[in-house]
């Protein structure tokens, strides 16, 4: 059965600081998606990664693709306020596969 | 706003009773696709439909149940409900159910169902 796991699940950061949100799955897949959540709220799609080596990035957000490590990253750079939420990243084999989640906490 | 409409909003009900939620997908697509998200389980994918079609089934009990109408809208029924079901209940949406296309599957989430059991 795919896999999908996300690590951290919980990350504290300071406002202005970097941090990589990593996303690793089980099964082969060039289709690799992150959403954002806010507290109760729906989950809004935040980056479309659809080969090996694609990189998107939107403001302080960055994801990139490793189809060959199954592996994928949202890096946040100088964080701030706002970004706090929960990220999913979700792998597509045909239906969608949401990972746990990242909730992320950026404090001032 | 994602174009999908889920209805009702927040629903309490007791243990044993049936609830159904609906769901509207944006216009256009044809795959809908149920998720329940609870504070101990994450997000778990139920099922999706593609064109009146079952086309993949996960974490869904035999309790629940769906179907896609010839309108595309689709139904999750929730039947000999316990206090465990209580959960938020995703509807989403999306163009296609297959992997044909080079431009990806986003799936667009509806605000969800609050189902609250007691």
């Known amino acids: 059965e795919l896999k999908v796991e996300q690590n951290p699940l919980f990350l504290s950061m300071q406002e202005g600081k970097n941090y990589t949100i990593y996303c690793n799955y089980s099964t082969t897949s060039d289709r690799l998606y992150w959403y954002r959540q806010d507290p109760g709220k729906s989950l809004e799609s935040l980056f479309v990664l659809l080969s090996n080596g694609a990189v998107k990035q939107e403001g302080r957000l960055m994801a990139s693709l490793d189809t060959k490590a199954r592996l994928s990253t949202l890096h946040i750079t100088a964080a701030v306020h706002d970004l706090s939420a929960t990220y999913f990243c979700?792998?597509?084999?045909?239906?969608?596969?949401f990972g746990a989640g990242t909730r992320l906490t950026v404090k001032p | 706003d994602s174009g999908v409409t889920q209805t009702p909003k927040h629903l309490i009900t007791a243990t044993g009773q049936r609830v159904t939620l609906r769901c509207s997908p944006r216009s256009g697509d044809l795959s809908v696709y149920w998720y329940q998200q609870s504070l101990d389980q994450g997000l778990q994918f139920l099922i999706q439909?593609?064109?009146?079609?079952?086309?993949a089934k996960g974490n869904i009990l035999e309790r629940f149940s769906a179907q896609q109408f010839p309108d595309l809208h689709s139904e999750l029924n929730l039947s000999s409900l316990e206090l465990g079901d209580s959960a938020l209940y995703f509807c989403?949406?999306?163009?296609?159910?297959?992997?044909?296309?080079?431009?990806?599957?986003?799936?667009?989430f509806g605000e969800g169902s609050w189902l609250t059991v007691v």
């Open positions: 979700a792998v597509d084999t045909g239906d969608m596969r």
């Open positions: 989403a949406s999306s163009v296609r159910g297959h992997r044909e296309t080079d431009s990806g599957n986003t799936i667009y």
């Open positions: 439909y593609y064109n009146g079609e079952e086309r």
